[in-house]
């Protein structure tokens, strides 16, 4: 019998090589400020509101409250699995995301196309694993990248215009015209 190396290695990759299955550390940018925070320890503290210490120090430093924080960290948003996706690859929907990849994007990779469709991955997996409903967390652990930067100068910026996204998803859930949502319109 002939043993192919090639093979071997080739099987070896596939099954030895680490994949990102969801986000593991999130890097907070503001002007020359960096910082970096594991998913876990931001879980840990929803579940428990035990902070780790360098959560503390984050909080410290930041100058937030843990109250604040927990209820901003549980805050959960019902996404419609159906009604999201099809808001999400509109035009408007593609250019909310896009808008949205300059503030949550892979850790040094600036390609707002990639942070799009990462961010409309992590949308859709996250409201399909916890019933069409989302949280930061599942969010951060639906995105399929290991490291995700977050711009906390477009993040101030851009969560007035997070509720107008969960309005505008009430509407087309909940639309009168219900030939449009369920694609049927004639026109």
């Known amino acids: 019998m002939n043993f192919d190396y090639k093979n071997l290695i080739v099987l070896l990759i596939i099954f030895f090589y ?10 907070l940018y503001k002007g020359t400020f960096s910082r970096k925070i594991k998913v876990e320890d ?17 909080i410290k430093i930041t100058n937030q409250k843990e109250k604040d924080l927990h209820k901003f960290l549980s805050y959960e948003i019902e996404i419609p699995i159906k009604a999201s996706s099809k808001l999400m690859n509109s035009k408007i929907g593609t250019v909310f995301l896009s ?3 300059s503030v949550i994007y ?3 990779i600036l390609d707002k196309k990639l942070s799009t469709k990462a961010m409309r991955s992590a ?23 290991k490291n995700i930067a977050l711009d906390l100068n477009a993040l101030n910026k851009t969560l ?13 859930s909940n639309s009168p015209f219900k030939k449009l949502k369920d694609g049927r319109s004639s026109t």
Do not use: H, M
């Open 18 to 27: 680490p994949s990102a299955k969801s986000a593991e550390n999130i890097f």
């Open 123 to 145: 949308i859709i997996l996250g409201s399909y694993n916890n019933n069409q409903k989302i949280n930061l967390i599942d969010f951060f652990k639906a995105y399929p990248n």
């Open 99 to 101: 808008r949205l990849s």
């Open 160 to 172: 007035k215009k997070v509720e107008s996204l969960k309005d505008l998803i009430d509407f087309y």
């Open 106 to 108: 892979p850790n040094k």
């Open 42 to 58: 931001l879980n840990q503290f929803k579940d428990t509101k035990k902070l780790s210490s360098k959560l503390k120090n984050l």
